[in-house]
């Protein structure tokens, strides 16, 4: 059994698990439906999905395999959480988009629809790193009304952002009626973030970590956490892999996860985090990881215009 943290919401009290399964796998549909059914097996009941993952379609055909498997009795044991991507962060684009994105997961809503990134590209740009031509202006308040009005049309449970700073999302509070319920971000030991924990904490943001585990084997990721020294010492001392003391950080702090293994054995694994605990020392070494952003050249015209200079 998962634990859950309640999010903070105007209309309901609706609960994420810390533990969810990452689906930004870009690998064969098959292939993803396949390990979302595995993990709903282990016993993980959020998967995290966006519609530029090319996720979508096989997290919704592993829901309704699921169901017919009686691995689950209802859709509403399931907390899924999709994204809007760059292309569609235009107000008039937002609830088309959520509407696609619930067609292509079989589903009438969502648990959590979240902003993927504080830019707008023009439609039809997929290259990347976008060329500074297909970047335009991003209406913030615009696009966050017509999320507003995505969660009062009961299409998503829920409604929050990734990728925002502490800036934007002062910015985004200040005219937000429903105020975001998550800031869907990359954290793990090496990119620890504590201004930005700090921050979310005291507005009640409810943080997702992603590549908690530093995404080894993607394009933008690094072996970074997985062979960090002072993370296979505490490792070695609690009998546990680096994985497992990686995402106990996150848990012990709070923060919720979405961890990718589409390996029957790692994605167990990584569930058996809520038997143990740190010891001070433990931390004092945490504290001494070196801190090293990945995700330092995303899909924006000036990275100063993404991250605000929040490094
Ligand atoms: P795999 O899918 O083969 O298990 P992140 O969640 O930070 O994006 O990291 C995902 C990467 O980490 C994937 O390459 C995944 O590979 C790998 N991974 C997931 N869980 C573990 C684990 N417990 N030990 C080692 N590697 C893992």
């Known amino acids: 059994n998962i634990p859950h943290v309640v999010l903070r919401s105007t209309s309901n009290q609706h609960k994420i698990p810390v533990i969810g399964l990452g689906t930004a796998a870009f690998t064969f549909p098959a292939d993803t439906k396949v390990a979302v059914l595995e993990a709903i097996k282990a016993g993980y009941r959020h998967i995290d999905t966006g519609s530029v993952y090319g996720s979508e379609q096989p997290v919704g055909e592993a829901i309704v395999e699921a169901l017919q498997l009686g691995l689950i009795g209802s859709r ?21 988009a959520l509407q696609k994105t619930l067609q292509s997961l079989r589903l009438e809503y969502l648990d959590l629809y979240l902003v993927h990134w504080p830019i707008a590209v023009k439609p039809g740009n997929w290259e990347f790193p976008y060329p500074e031509e297909a970047i335009d202006t991003f209406d913030m308040e615009g696009v966050w009304k017509e999320m507003e009005e995505c969660q009062k049309l009961g299409l998503a449970k829920c409604i929050g952002v990734s990728n925002f700073s502490c800036k934007k999302l002062e910015k985004l509070l200040s005219f937000a009626t429903i105020p975001p319920s998550v800031n869907q971000v990359e954290m793990n030991p090496t990119w620890q ?3 930005l924990r700090e921050y979310c904490k005291n507005k009640g943001i409810i943080i997702t970590a992603y590549s908690p585990l530093g995404a080894s084997g993607t394009y933008w990721g690094s072996n970074n956490v997985l ?3 002072l993370l296979k010492e505490i ?16 848990y012990e702090l709070g923060i919720t996860i979405a961890v990718k293994s589409y390996n029957e054995e790692r994605m ?21 990881v070196k801190q090293h ?3 330092s050249n995303g ?6 215009d993404l991250w605000d200079g929040e490094y």
Not at 235 to 250: I, N
Not at 274 to 285: G, I, L, P, V
Not at 299 to 304: E, G, M
């Open 227 to 229: 062979d960090n020294e």
């Open 76 to 96: 509403d044991e399931l907390f899924i959480t999709s994204k809007l991507w760059c292309t569609d962060n235009f107000p008039h684009l937002v609830i088309p």
């Open 299 to 304: 899909p924006a015209k000036f990275i100063v």
């Open 193 to 195: 973030q504590k201004e």
């Open 235 to 250: 490792a070695e001392a609690h009998g546990k892999s680096v994985a497992q003391v990686s995402l106990r950080w996150l």
């Open 268 to 288: 167990k694994q990584n569930l058996k985090i809520f038997d143990w605990s740190f010891t001070k020392d433990d931390y004092e070494k945490i504290d001494r």
């Open 293 to 295: 952003k990945l995700m």
